[in-house]
Nanobody, 118 residues
């Protein structure tokens, strides 16, 4: 079993910054990839950023240049540094860890609310 837990999000004013963290515990091994998703109010869940075990990253166009994903595999930790936040960044942010089991298997956190508002 793997438990994935995101840090508490919060409320921030536009152009502000916020850093999210995510920890995986339990049977954490054979990591393939880690990612952050978000679900804006009334919309579908969308990929924000991903990182593989070699450090290769990928970002949604809407966050490029503003968000940075990073990971510390030795600590089973994932981070998302968010800067120049906009109201449209508001949503529930989810952390996902993909590990190799019989095949790739996704472990999700329960999500944390981020609100960007003046």
């Amino acid at each position: 079993q793997v438990l994935v837990v995101e840090s508490v999000g919060g409320s921030v004013q536009p152009v502000g910054s916020l850093k999210l963290s995510c920890a995986a515990s339990g049977s954490v091994f054979s990591i393939i990839e880690m990612a952050w998703f978000r679900q804006p109010p009334g919309k579908m869940r969308e990929l924000v950023a991903s990182i593989d075990t070699r450090g290769n990253t990928d970002y949604a166009d809407s966050v490029k240049g503003r968000f940075t994903i990073s990971a510390d595999i030795t600590k089973n930790a994932l981070y998302l540094q968010m800067s120049s936040l906009k109201p449209e960044d508001t949503g529930v942010y989810y952390c996902k860890w993909t590990m190799l089991r019989v095949g790739p298997y996704d472990y999700w956190g329960e999500g944390t609310q981020v609100t960007v508002s003046s």
